[in-house]
C-alpha cells in the first residue's frame, strides 16, 4: 500500500492529528513514523488515496504540516 509522511509544524499535536484521523481509520491508518521529528506516516486502503489526500487538505485547516519525503531508516 502507498503511504503519506507528513512533518507536523508542532509536534504536541501529534495525539490530536492522530485522533481526528482516527475517525476516518475505514480510509487510512496513522503511525508516529519519528515522534522526535513529529513524523506521521499515513497508509491509505489503495482506493482511498484520493478520499485520504482530501481529508488531510481539510486538516491543513486545523493542524500545520507539510508532505515529506519517507525518512531514512
Do not use: C
Request: charge should be negative; hydrophobic fraction near 35%; avoid cysteine.
Amino acid at each position: 500500500m502507498p503511504n503519506i509522511y507528513i512533518k507536523l509544524k508542532n509536534k504536541a499535536e501529534t495525539v490530536y492529528f492522530q485522533s481526528i484521523m482516527g475517525t476516518y481509520s475505514h480510509f487510512a491508518w496513522v503511525r508516529t513514523e519519528d515522534p522526535a521529528k513529529g513524523i506521521m506516516q499515513i497508509t491509505p486502503t489503495e482506493d482511498q488515496m484520493d478520499k485520504t489526500r482530501e481529508i488531510l487538505s481539510y486538516l491543513k485547516n486545523e493542524i500545520e504540516f507539510e508532505e515529506v519525503s519517507k525518512p531514512e531508516e
